[in-house]
Antibody
Framework: QVQLVQSGAEVRKPGTSVMISCQAS????????MHWVRQAPGQGLEWMGI??????SPTYAQRFQGRVTMTRDTTTLYMELDSLTSDDTAVYYC???????????WGQGTPVIVSS | ETVLTQSPATLSLSPGDTATLSCRAS??????LAWYQQHPGQPPRLLIH???KRATGIPPRFSGSGSGTDFTLTISSLEPEDFAVYYC?????????FGQGTKVELK
């Protein structure tokens, strides 16, 4: 079955960076667009960006432009977020896109806490 | 950016009631609209895609309708496990946005 297994919780200080990984199995990873979505405590879902099956030309949400980098290799998706602030405290999800427009499968989520 | 506005923010209902959730887009999204259910501490689960198509394994009490800018998720005869937060999501030019969510709570 499809599995998206994310790396574990992270604690960072303001101004630093974090990288989260998402290991895919159970499907042909290289055929799928992948996304990152985050959710701050008690808040809604926020789309961060998309990366195409070959890993070329990711598209990022405007508010993360210049601060986020999404990459992938043959089995794993990565997301690096720089210049962290307390507003980046959230659970980060990797997502497999289906049908060109919706999220069929979600990782278990990676909590990131940014605190001095 | 296409903004999705969900209403109401909270719906207080009893098991067996029918829930009607609304999602309005700031511009037409055709039928590129999905609905998700989220329980606390869990990732969202896809319910409906392409405005009206139930995802695999989703019971028929969940139905979606609409196109363009106005969409509805209907949950008929609420079961205890249906009390959760529901989000709509759209895709425009490779970019996604989500609505702010509707919480269906026990009355």
């Amino acid at each position: 079955q499809v599995q998206l297994v994310q790396s574990g919780a992270e604690v960072r200080k303001p101004g630093t960076s974090v990288m989260i990984s998402c290991q895919a199995s159970g499907f042909i990873f290289s055929n799928y667009y992948m996304h990152w979505v985050r959710q701050a405590p008690g808040q809604g879902l926020e789309w961060m960006g998309i990366i195409n099956p070959r890993g070329h030309s990711p598209t990022y949400a405007q508010r993360f432009q210049g601060r986020v980098t999404m990459t992938r290799d043959t089995t794993t998706l990565y997301m690096e977020l720089d210049s962290l602030t307390s507003d980046d405290t959230a659970v980060y999800y990797c997502v497999r896109e289906e049908g060109g427009s919706y999220a069929l499968d979600w990782g278990q989520g990676t909590p990131v806490i940014v605190s001095s | 950016e296409t903004v999705l506005t969900q209403s109401p923010a909270t719906l207080s209902l009893s098991p067996g009631d029918t829930a009607t959730l609304s999602c309005r887009a700031s511009q037409s999204v055709s039928t590129y609209l999905a609905w998700y259910q989220q329980h606390p501490g869990q990732p969202p689960r896809l319910l409906i895609h392409d405005a009206s198509k139930r995802a695999t394994g989703i019971p028929p009490r969940f139905s979606g309708s609409g196109s363009g800018t106005d969409f509805t998720l209907t949950i008929s005869s609420l079961e205890p496990e249906d009390f959760a937060v529901y989000y709509c999501q759209q895709r425009t030019n490779w970019r996604w946005t989500f609505g702010q969510g509707t919480k269906v709570e026990l009355k």
